[in-house]
């Protein structure tokens, strides 16, 4: 009789909850319901982040509940909000700190000697001056070169400081040491003349033959001769033991291999200040083998990031440069290929370039994680349908974003597409990181799932779609039950087309076609592949790749360039999201992400997983099978007739049976 009476007593608690789509469902309650003080301090807690004040406390004492009204009004502080920006942030796994590699070489650091240049140090420095961090030449303005002579036996007698399209030139030149073993002179020798015959610390007395090999180096700040051979204590090196004299035979000019093995180094010629052409394209230079070529310093506008009156700054003359394209191949400047072109430069104010204190890096990190969340805020803030969030083409950006599309700031660190034209993208101040503005986006855009930070979290089309899987959908890919992974010499395991590949197509048989929806999105970055710069078929890359140029001067990245298959055979030249694309799938890649959210409001499968993660997220816990019984298919169809409010959906889930349990 008491369990018939608690029974009873649960099914009219129940009766007293709003109805729900498919009528009252009566639960048998296993433990007693929380007090309504706890009740109240558990609501706060979930809706708000903190506990209620003890006026707060009175309050529903005095009102003996916590009714909807009550709950609708705590949906509407500001704390409400903040809580559920957390919450998505954590749904969204909205945190690219580890996902964009930055690894310095964008960053402008200053040579501390010197008229004290900005100049980029790392990797670039060795295409453009011979090797990584290697600096320009501190103590020599680059448009009066010709009063300096750090080496005059090395440089011509009509030194030049630029090419006729005013591409700075080296102003001096410095052996390599990754390459050869150079030692100073005693002390007292002043000059390479002064160096014949004399001995240096390593016990080698330099002959005249060898003055193109005496090099004036700065220790410190002052110029010493060294005495530079082919470094004998190193493999690639010790074997350059043959000379190769000049016309006159007066001079040794270079130091070959005389029997040189398959990959050994062959010949090390003297350095001068005369740039080679790379692969014989004028105005592609690059630095000949075992020099290091500096050119000087010239007075420029501030970068971006100082002050708006901060006056002109000394600076690389490479690095100074401001232009849009490099006048002798037209290659564009704007792009990440600037670090390694002579002719580009950090562009405008430095745009292209980064400082070497790394608070705006971060700061943009900062700026992209909180993106998606704000767009969440807004969707929730005007009570509209939750799935905007995966569909709306608002956004929002603050200073750090907006500068950084507007002025295509540091495209090498970020390669991310303008969401929209970049005159079109709100003008707020660099350094104004808390004033948002919101926008709208090309029509590509859909919500949250275009966003850098989804792009850059997750960086593959498969893993795109796994989260969108896990988050949206609640499911996971697993092989079906039963499944038999095929043996290793069955041939289907080497099938390139995972979605037909034995073993591997029960997942990617779904993964695939999926994946499509982000075809026009690049991977591993946050670009938008534009059919007008991107189309299906590039004629270009095709003849490339069927001459068996799959570099393609670096233009054909994103294309098929190699056959590994009958279908790769037949798709050179193509995108590579093309690649085994079924005629059925093709619509996925223009469709794009928005497609995909539309095809599945379509099923209940967004609704039920709302439900779920909003359940998770207020007790702290999943749904039990008996849960999902009694609630799951109510609140989802409640959800849906009331637009996918999710505040309706968060005060239904507040007003279950569940929820006030004592569990």
């Known amino acids: 009789m008491r369990m018939l009476t608690r029974l009873v007593s649960s099914c009219v608690a129940l009766l007293a909850l709003p109805v729900l789509a498919d009528g009252p469902v009566c639960e048998a309650a296993n433990a007693s319901k929380v007090p309504l003080e706890r009740h109240v301090r558990q609501v706060y807690l979930d809706l708000l982040g903190r506990p209620p004040t003890m006026a707060e406390y009175r309050f529903y004492q005095a009102k003996g509940a916590i009714l909807d009204d009550d709950l609708t009004a705590l949906m509407e502080q500001e704390g409400f909000y903040a809580r559920m920006r957390t919450y998505h942030r954590a749904l969204l796994r909205s945190n690219i700190t580890q996902s964009v590699f930055v690894n310095g070489d964008m960053r402008l650091g200053d040579v501390p000697v010197g008229f004290r240049p900005l100049g980029i140090r790392g990797n670039p420095s060795n295409g453009l001056r011979g090797q990584n961090g290697a600096g320009c030449d501190a103590f020599v303005m680059q448009d009066d070169c010709a009063s300096s002579r750090q080496d005059p036996h090395l440089e011509p007698a009509n030194k030049r400081c630029r090419d006729s399209y005013g591409v700075p030139l080296p102003v001096s030149v410095d052996y390599n040491t990754d390459q050869y073993r150079c030692e100073p002179f005693a002390a007292g020798v002043a000059d390479c003349n002064a160096a014949i015959d004399q001995m240096d610390t ?156 790394t608070a705006l890096h971060t700061a943009r990190i900062n700026a992209f994680n909180d993106e998606p969340t704000l767009i969440a805020d807004s969707v929730l803030r005007r009570d509209e349908d939750y799935f905007n969030i995966l569909t709306t083409r608002r956004s929002f950006v603050n200073g750090t974003l907006s500068q950084l599309y507007r002025q295509n700031q540091s495209p090498q660190s970020w390669l991310v597409t303008p969401p929209t034209a970049r005159d079109a993208i709100p003008d707020v101040p660099l350094n104004d990181t808390t004033t948002w503005v919101e926008f709208t986006r090309d029509e590509y855009a859909a919500g949250v799932l275009t966003t850098p930070s989804w792009l850059y979290r997750f960086p593959t089309q498969r893993a795109r779609v796994n989260h969108f899987y896990e988050v949206f959908l609640c499911k996971h890919f697993a092989p079906e039950a039963g499944a038999v992974a095929p043996a290793p010499e069955d041939s289907c395991n080497r099938e390139n087309n995972l979605a037909k590949r034995c073993g591997c197509s029960y997942c990617h048989a779904t993964v695939e076609p999926m994946g499509a929806h982000w075809g026009r999105f690049g991977e591993r970055n946050a670009t938008y592949l ?49 690649l085994y694309r079924t005629p059925e799938e093709e619509p996925n890649i223009v469709g794009g992400p928005r497609v995909l959210v539309q095809r599945f409001m379509q099923t209940g499968d967004l609704e039920k997983c709302a439900v779920r993660n909003i359940w998770n997220h207020l007790l702290g816990r999943p749904m039990t099978t008996q849960e999902e019984g009694l609630y799951l298919g109510q609140l989802a169809s409640q959800f849906a007739n009331d637009g996918h409010n999710l505040k309706a959906l968060m005060r239904a889930v507040v007003a279950t049976e569940a929820y006030r349990r004592v569990d």
């Open 530 to 578: 534009n059919p007008e710069q991107f189309p299906k078929l590039d004629a270009r890359c095709r003849d490339c790749a069927i001459n068996g140029d799959t570099n393609c001067n670096g233009e054909c990245g994103n294309y098929v360039m190699q056959a590994f298959d009958g279908d790769g055979a037949n798709s050179l030249g193509l995108l590579r999201t093309y």
């Open 202 to 357: 390593a016990g080698r007395v330099m002959p005249r033959k060898h003055l193109l090999f005496c090099d004036m180096r700065r220790v410190g700040t002052a110029l010493t001769p060294h005495y530079c051979r082919p470094n004998d204590l190193a493999p690639q090196t010790a074997p350059l033991t043959g000379e190769v004299m000049d016309a006159n035979n007066e001079f040794v000019v270079a130091f070959v291999n005389p029997s040189p093995q398959s990959g050994q180094l062959t010949r090390l010629n003297r350095c001068t200040l005369d740039l080679t052409l790379n692969g014989g394209v004028r105005g592609r230079y690059q630095v000949p083998q075992g020099c290091i070529q500096r050119e000087g310093v010239v007075m420029t506008d501030a970068p971006y990031w100082m002050a708006a009156n901060a006056p002109q700054q000394p600076m690389c003359a490479i690095e100074a440069q401001a232009r849009d394209t490099n006048p002798w191949t037209m290659e564009s400047c704007n792009t990440g290929r600037f670090t390694g072109d002579r002719a580009c430069g950090c562009g405008v104010k430095s745009n292209r370039c980064e400082s070497s204190n």
